[in-house]
């Protein structure tokens, strides 16, 4: 089944606690990319990556790095977390960066 | 640069139609995306249409397209409670690598 998975689904850290939220697919798709979402905002791009070892910044990717050593995953690091990045994370790939983008289940952070 | 909004909110008594309306900027989007986001899921393509189509039908769903004012909408016949949800209306511009373009989602509430 084609499909995009995150993990954990649900993570409540403490601040400064590096975490890392994994997120695998097994469509061979080259655009990769990690949203957060937080009420009102809609959906805010924090990094995307068009290859393996490409990878660029979106419209948030301040406290966040990724990186992209092989296709399938796309881990989205939080060196330092803070009560601002407490939100609900989606991981997206598509074949090209516009086009339709399937998305993950979601994962929920809070940082206390 | 390229923005899609949406009304936030929208409620309908359930076998009512529902309308859920969409903007965007750009001219030269070459597809415009409807997702719907469940309640502790992920985002799912629901429809598309082409910007050379003015209406794309699919069972209980409608999509309607007016380039000359840049107006989107998706009309949903006899709305029932599972179609409770977030609805995104979303633009794929035709600028290179710019990555899809999201509006902030509608919450579509069924009355019963």
């Known amino acids: 089944e084609a499909q995009v998975t995150q993990n954990p689904r649900y993570l409540i850290t403490v601040t400064g606690k590096k975490l890392t939220v994994t997120c695998s697919q097994n469509?061979?798709?080259?655009?990769m990319s990690w949203y957060r979402q937080d009420p009102g905002l809609g959906l805010r791009q924090i990094y995307y990556?068009?290859?393996?070892?490409?990878?660029d910044k979106g419209d948030v990717p301040e406290g966040y790095k990724v990186s992209r050593k092989e296709k399938r995953n796309f881990p989205l690091i939080l060196e330092s977390p803070s009560p601002n990045q407490t939100s609900l994370y989606f991981c997206?790939?598509?074949?090209?960066?516009?086009?339709?983008?399937?998305f993950g289940q979601g994962t929920r952070l809070t940082v206390v | 640069g390229e923005d899609v909004e949406q009304s936030l909110f929208l409620s309908v008594r359930e076998g009512d139609s529902s309308v859920i309306n969409c903007t965007y900027t750009?001219?030269?989007?070459?597809?415009l995306y409807w997702y719907k986001q469940e309640p502790g899921a992920g985002l799912q393509l629901l429809t598309y249409?082409?910007?050379?189509?003015d209406m794309k039908q699919d069972q209980r769903l409608t999509v309607l397209l007016n380039k000359k004012d840049k107006h989107l909408s998706l009309r949903i016949a006899d709305t029932q409670t599972g179609d409770s949800a977030i609805y995104f209306c979303?633009?794929?511009?035709?600028?290179?690598?710019?990555?899809?373009?999201f509006g902030k989602g509608t919450r579509l509430s069924v009355i019963t």
């Open positions: 997206a790939s598509s074949f090209g960066s516009n086009t339709e983008a399937f």
């Open positions: 469509m061979n798709h080259e655009y």
């Open positions: 990556s068009m290859n393996v070892e490409v990878t």
């Open positions: 750009d001219s030269s989007s070459t597809y």
């Open positions: 249409i082409f910007s050379n189509m």
């Open positions: 979303a633009e794929r511009p035709n600028s290179g690598n710019t990555p899809l373009v």
